[in-house]
């Protein structure tokens, strides 16, 4: 059982990845967004198709050692605040208003936990705390709370609370509410971000549970032994039982980092730009010397958490993004049809246009070839929709509204990563609509490179076979001497033990990473430096942390490095009909990448037709097929 099977689940397309150890094979699926789990075994079931010859899904299960599956749930969850009602018992009186002190910490305050803050006092007696954390709870969950965040100003607090609230509301009763307590989570010593992080992991928890425990009891039904995997924002993989919530948010687009860096170490780019462009979104991210660039802090639609996050950011502006007029102006986003009803071109019923409606009616999508032929595109409903939403409103035909809603569409990518760009910089384009549009986004940047993967379709869910198994910790350290310190290593390391152990891992071999920070008292850092076990950490007047990242490795693909063949001109399988202007249409030469060799080049305007994706090569770009069959760009304006 060395097969395994990497699946991203986004909001328009589901992408499914299998590597058995030699190769890959891959295919995509509508997302279902009334049951996930039928998306994820759909996919599945045609993978094995591809990989068998004949749908086989039981065969390929039984056959793999590990799923690992990445969805945007919670951050679509988050966005649209489909999550439950959100309290705070917390002994620390300021805590509200440190939380508030940004706009997007307010906002998402006021919509997550609003004025259901109970504060306790710890100097009070024993008598009157316990009948105070009655009071203030009960109070929250009048107020509506269906979680609650506890919050101590230190482990003990937590701990006297905790006493507290399991004998006054024991956890058998069924009208019991579900309790986080922060330190449990995360040791980092800023309050308001450490609990910011449990505000946000208690409202992600319920919608990533229902559905990852779901998904997990189909696949019991498969006698599937190993249990599924969930990828995470912190590259790494561990079972559902053993994940949080909260490194579930935005992990698709770490995948996409780590196939960027795999590429970046391939044909020894400098700084590469992965431009993510999916149905819903556009995740760009920066790889500088190879390496996923991390904040040790993250932050979540502004409001900062206690864990590393790979510094992503998303624009909504992907391939069902409704174009509308607005004001007299063609706007891109951030709303999207999402694959129900999906561009109007679907024929689910969509009344809203997009640029997959545009880039059908332009002529760069075949509707008899689009996701390889399986689904078939119906251009009459796209003319009836762009007319009657910009055309008409804009007094203008429908053609020059497909031109510039092309550029609107152009404009909105490139500002999304134009920021980011330096002189040396290589744009990775993937994503199922990043191909078609990367080199009309790309030269507004000034980005004269782009790189589109043979995989492009699916390149996220590639990405995340560079993963391994792990876990990272954090632990404050009592005092700050090295006494403490080790005895705070041996704590992590027994945790670590039995948390690799319940992974199916013995500890013995798994790789160990650990750090030692010395911080204020707010959690402010003052250093950070390697830790072994004994090494001298007395800091007076300051603050000791330890972290400790644990990997257990899984197989990993390798990219073949990028070699000098021979050019010779690109053949064409046929032409196809694109309009480039208001009274113009190009008879233009359309490619097929998986009959191009190694050194095969052409010139746009130009049709690339990869699997599962359309390039499309506009004038003055050149394309070579490198020697790993990618596709690389140069705009030579």
């Given at each position: 059982m060395d097969t395994l099977i990497n699946i991203d689940n986004g909001g328009t397309l589901t992408d499914i990845c299998v590597w058995d150890g030699t190769g890959f094979t891959f295919t995509k699926t509508l997302t279902t967004p009334h049951d996930l789990s039928e998306c994820l075994f759909t996919g599945v079931e045609k993978a094995s198709a591809a990989l068998y010859g004949t749908p086989d899904i039981e065969r390929l299960l039984h056959?793999?050692?590990?799923?690992?599956?990445?969805?945007?749930?919670?951050?679509?969850?988050?966005v649209e605040r489909r999550g439950p009602v959100i309290g705070i018992l917390t002994t620390l009186p300021d805590l509200a208003p440190a939380m508030r002190t940004t706009d997007p910490?307010?906002?998402?305050?006021?919509?997550?936990?609003?004025?259901?803050?109970?504060?306790?006092?710890?100097?009070?007696?024993?008598?009157?705390?316990d009948f105070e954390v009655v009071q203030k709870v009960n109070r929250l969950t009048t107020l509506g709370a269906a979680r609650v965040v506890v919050a101590g100003d230190d482990p003990e607090q937590e701990r006297r609370l905790r006493a507290v609230l399991l004998r006054k509301f024991p956890r058998h009763l069924l009208g019991s509410i579900p309790l986080i307590y922060s330190w449990d989570l995360a040791g980092d010593r800023n309050a308001p971000r450490r609990v910011w992080s449990c505000v946000i992991n208690s409202f992600l928890h319920p919608t990533m549970e229902r559905f990852l425990y779901g998904a997990e009891r189909r696949l019991k039904s498969y006698k599937v032994l190993n249990p599924l995997l969930v990828y995470r924002n912190d590259g790494a993989s561990s079972r559902v039982a053993k994940s949080v919530a909260l490194k579930t948010y935005s992990s698709g687009p770490r995948g996409g980092l780590e196939g960027t860096?795999?590429?970046?170490?391939?044909?020894?780019?400098?700084?590469?730009?992965?431009?993510?462009?999916?149905?819903t979104t556009t995740d760009v991210g920066v790889v500088v010397?190879?390496?996923?660039?991390?904040?040790?802090?993250?932050?979540?639609?502004?409001?900062?958490?206690?864990?590393p996050m790979s510094n992503v950011h998303s624009k909504g502006v992907g391939g069902s993004s409704v174009i509308a007029v607005e004001d007299g102006r063609i706007t891109v986003g951030p709303t999207s049809v999402g694959a129900a009803p999906g561009p109007a071109c679907f024929g689910f019923g969509g009344r809203q246009a997009t640029i997959t409606d545009v880039n059908l009616l332009l002529g760069v999508l075949d509707p008899d070839t689009y996701l390889d032929g399986t689904f078939r595109l119906d251009p009459e409903r796209s003319r009836t929709v762009i007319a009657e939403t910009v055309a008409d409103p804009l007094g203008i035909s429908l053609e020059e509204a497909l031109v510039r809603m092309e550029e609107a569409y152009f404009e909105a990518l490139s500002s999304a990563f134009a920021h980011l760009v330096e002189e040396n910089t290589t744009l990775a384009a993937f994503g199922g609509a990043g191909p078609m549009s990367a080199a009309g986004a790309a030269r507004p940047a000034g980005v004269r490179r782009v790189l589109i993967p043979r995989t492009a379709a699916v390149f996220s869910a590639l990405g995340i076979s560079f993963s391994d198994i792990g876990k990272t910790y954090e632990a404050g350290v009592p005092e700050p001497t090295t006494a403490a310190t080790r005895t705070t290593y041996d704590e992590l390391l027994v945790r670590a033990g039995r948390d690799m152990f319940q992974e199916g891992y013995a500890l013995t071999g798994c790789a160990t990473?650990?750090?030692?920070?010395?911080?204020?008292d707010d959690g402010t850092p003052v250093s950070r430096a390697p830790y072994r076990p004994g090494d001298p950490a007395d800091h007076p007047e300051r603050r000791v942390s330890l972290q400790l990242t644990i990997t257990a490795p899984l197989p990993h693909p390798e990219l073949p490095a990028d070699q000098e063949v021979a050019t010779r001109p690109a053949p064409s399988t046929g032409t196809r009909s694109v309009r480039s202007a208001v009274d113009r249409v190009d008879e233009v030469p359309v490619h097929v990448l998986t009959d191009l060799g190694p050194g095969d080049t052409g010139a746009g305007p130009a049709i690339v037709e990869g699997p599962f994706f359309t390039a499309r090569v506009l004038p003055g770009w050149t394309f070579r097929v490198t020697s790993a069959g990618d596709l690389l760009l140069h705009d030579t304006l």
């Open positions: 056959a793999t050692q590990h799923i690992r599956y990445s969805t945007t749930q919670g951050t679509n969850a988050l910490e307010r906002e998402l305050f006021d919509a997550l936990v609003g004025d259901r803050v109970g504060t306790i006092d710890m100097d009070a007696d024993d008598e009157t705390i860096a795999a590429l970046a170490r391939t044909y020894g780019f400098g700084h590469a730009l992965m431009v993510d462009i999916g149905g010397g190879h390496r996923v660039s991390v904040d040790e802090r993250g932050t979540i639609k502004g409001v900062p958490i206690s864990y990473s650990w750090q030692v920070s010395v911080e204020e």
